[in-house]
């Protein structure tokens, strides 16, 4: 019975030092199968309770494209209420600290963003670069900057549900493919679906800029989306905005047609 005692309170003292001392790599790992390969985490140092990283975006699994955000990322996390909180920083594109709780539970994960009454993440338009194509043709200039208000995500069976809203504004924008500069300024929402339970609802709106875009779309909670938008150019800003149309979506005339899904 004590060797049973010993035998059982050694591979206890294992275990915790390996959940103590779980390489930062672990997390990298993990978000990288959690993307596709788009999103990575690369020259971790530290633990996956306290450590840091480079994100970096690509086109995913043989792609060569890659762009990284300028500095490190660095977390720290904690027990908290049943879950894990996260506190991520920055100084080129966290405003402070972003806060996230994971709440795992039996076959469910539930992931909420602190609310902040600023932005919550800034990051630079030309890191879109690193997915590919048409990002890394079109070269944009610009910043993109996360708002949240009550967003809370939850996988339940395989499915995501939202609760709250997220808001990107994408801030004076310009590309390499257009003489227009900047192009403007735009705004891109997604919100949970009141009346569809499991969707949520995307719209895109132009708040200033020569280039306008419009569309709205909806995400369903097993991830597959729709989208339908259109771009064209104000009066008098054809001609700067031609090739940029041709590029972005489909031409109808004066128009090009964004889709999605």
Same mark, same amino acid.
């Given at each position: 019975?004590?060797?049973?005692?010993?035998?059982?309170?050694?591979?206890?003292?294992?275990?915790?030092?390996?959940?103590?001392?779980?390489? %930062?790599?672990?997390? %990298?790992?993990?978000?990288?199968?959690?993307?596709?390969?788009?999103?990575?985490?690369?020259?971790?140092?530290?633990?996956?309770?306290?450590?840091?990283?480079?994100?970096?975006?690509?086109?995913?699994?043989?792609?060569?494209?890659?762009?990284?955000?300028?500095?490190?990322? #660095?977390?720290?996390?904690?027990?908290?209420?049943?879950?894990?909180?996260?506190?991520?920083?920055?100084?080129?594109?966290?405003?402070?600290?972003?806060?996230?709780?994971?709440?795992?539970?039996?076959?469910?994960?539930?992931?909420?963003?602190?609310?902040?009454?600023?932005?919550?993440?800034?990051?630079?338009?030309?890191?879109?670069?690193?997915?590919?194509?048409?990002?890394?043709?079109?070269?944009?200039?610009?910043?993109?900057?996360?708002?949240?208000?009550?967003?809370?995500?939850?996988?339940?069976?395989?499915?995501?549900?939202?609760?709250?809203?997220?808001?990107?504004?994408?801030?004076?924008?310009?590309?390499?493919?257009?003489?227009?500069?900047?192009?403007?300024?735009?705004?891109?929402?997604?919100?949970?679906?009141? #009346?569809?339970?499991?969707?949520?609802?995307?719209?895109?709106?132009?708040?200033?800029?020569?280039?306008?875009?419009?569309?709205?779309?909806?995400?369903? %909670?097993?991830?597959?989306?729709?989208?339908?938008?259109?771009?064209?150019?104000?009066?008098?800003?054809?001609?700067?905005?031609?090739?940029?149309?041709?590029?972005?979506?489909?031409?109808?005339?004066?128009?090009?047609?964004?889709?999605?899904?």
């Amino acid at each position: 019975m004590l060797r049973r005692w010993v035998l059982a309170g050694s591979l206890f003292g294992v275990l915790f030092g390996l959940v103590s001392f779980a390489p %930062a790599s672990w997390l %990298a790992q993990a978000l990288a199968s959690a993307t596709g390969n788009h999103v990575l985490l690369t020259d971790t140092r530290g633990t996956i309770w306290s450590g840091s990283g480079v994100l970096v975006l690509t086109g995913g699994d043989g792609s060569r494209d890659a762009a990284s955000l300028p500095g490190r990322i #660095a977390w720290r996390t904690g027990l908290q209420g049943g879950g894990v909180r996260l506190m991520a920083t920055q100084s080129c594109c966290v405003n402070g600290e972003l806060e996230l709780l994971l709440k795992p539970g039996f076959g469910r994960l539930a992931i909420e963003v602190a609310n902040r009454s600023d932005w919550l993440v800034r990051v630079p338009a030309g890191w879109l670069a690193g997915l590919g194509t048409p990002w890394n043709t079109l070269q944009l200039g610009g910043s993109l900057r996360l708002q949240s208000r009550d967003l809370r995500f939850e996988r339940v069976e395989g499915r995501w549900l939202q609760q709250g809203s997220a808001q990107l504004d994408l801030v004076n924008l310009s590309s390499r493919v257009s003489t227009l500069a900047p192009l403007g300024s735009y705004r891109f929402t997604v919100t949970a679906d009141a #009346a569809n339970a499991g969707s949520s609802l995307l719209q895109l709106s132009t708040l200033d800029g020569g280039l306008l875009l419009t569309g709205q779309g909806q995400l369903s %909670a097993n991830g597959k989306s729709r989208f339908q938008g259109e771009a064209s150019a104000a009066p008098g800003r054809e001609e700067a905005l031609n090739n940029l149309l041709n590029i972005i979506g489909r031409r109808q005339g004066p128009r090009s047609i964004l889709t999605l899904g």
